[in-house]
């Protein structure tokens, strides 16, 4: 099994892909030529102060992910990207964004730390971009962000283009998690992640067009909720259809089992300015579609992946707001 690659594994064994987004408080996304080693902040180009930075972040296990992006500008460029993207709170579409355009990339976490303390740094831009979608193409960590990831931004970077979309930037990141999805990507500021993603697919996603149901394949899950809620909000996607993408959304797992085989999950979303809906769900372990999968190309062991399903959707509230004069 060591010579399979673990994204052919998972399509052979037909693994459905939804509840695999991971949830962050804060993405810090930091412009660096590559190449890039499987210890990404380890890389040549990264400064001592930003390496000891992203240690002391990940040891005080706080709610943030560093990322490496690059484009095929980024060897050319004169300046460092720095994109800060932090969780809106409450019903919310996802993630708010802070750019800053810095002049050495030793510069990147004298700002992420006056970011952290609370301050908000003055080097902060304002572009015409209002998308950033980060595709894996981390190699050295999983050979299937190479395989599959590089080709997949090569043509991606063509379909934007094609589609005239300018307010649409492309990056290439480094391991965002799930490898075995590979080609896999984060579409922010949302914060959904995708899957096994081919250009077709991506169409639909980038310009919201077609059908939907082609994104059952695909869709790994909205960053913002927690993993088995992620199962509820994609069944109201695909019947609401594309408008869903333009509501603000709120959930929580109200009640779990001992076992978690069983909970009670509730999503709140708003639609439009004036309308407000509250969904309850039972969410069950799914037997059928737990799995037993090769986690990465590195290993030859398999691991149980949990599969959830929604046993019960009800409405508990509805809320139309009429606006005083």
Not at 116 to 122: A, F, H, I
């Amino acid at each position: 099994m060591s010579n399979i690659f673990c994204s052919d594994y998972t399509r052979k064994v037909e693994e459905d892909i939804i509840g695999s987004a991971t949830d962050y408080q804060t993405y810090v996304l930091v412009e660096c030529p590559q190449p890039w080693l499987k210890d990404a902040f380890s890389s040549r180009w990264v400064p001592n102060n930003l390496q000891m930075l992203v240690e002391e972040v990940y040891k005080a296990k706080l709610p943030i992910r560093f990322l490496l992006i690059a484009n095929d500008l980024t060897h050319k460029a004169d300046h460092t990207t720095l994109l800060i993207y932090q969780k809106q709170e409450g019903l919310s579409h996802g993630y708010l964004k802070h750019e800053f355009k810095l002049t050495h990339i030793e510069q990147v976490a004298g700002v992420v730390k006056q970011w952290l303390w609370g301050k908000r740094p003055e080097s902060n831009i304002e572009t015409n971009i209002t998308r950033d979608i980060l595709v894996c193409t981390h190699g050295s960590y999983d050979k299937c962000c190479a395989r599959y990831g590089n080709s997949f931004y090569f043509y991606a970077n063509a379909t934007i283009a094609n589609s005239q979309l300018e307010n649409v930037r492309i990056w290439q990141s480094t391991h965002i998690g799930g490898h075995r999805f590979a080609p896999t990507a984060i579409d922010l500021p949302e914060g959904r992640y995708y899957g096994l993603l081919d250009q077709d697919s991506f169409l639909s996603i980038l310009t919201r067009t077609g059908d939907i149901q082609s994104l059952r394949k695909v869709y790994r899950g909205w960053g913002i909720l927690p993993p088995v809620i992620q199962v509820l909000e994609r069944d109201l996607m695909l019947s609401h259809g594309w408008s869903w993408f333009n509501y603000r959304v709120a959930a929580k797992i109200l009640e779990q089992s001992l076992d978690n085989n069983t909970m009670l999950g509730e999503l709140i979303f708003e639609q439009g300015s004036s309308s407000v809906y509250t969904y309850r769900a039972k969410l069950i372990k799914d037997i059928d579609r737990t799995i037993n999968v090769k986690s990465s190309c590195s290993t030859n062991q398999t691991t149980t992946i949990v599969k959830y399903a929604v046993a019960d959707i009800w409405l508990v509230t509805e809320n139309v707001l009429t606006l005083s004069k």
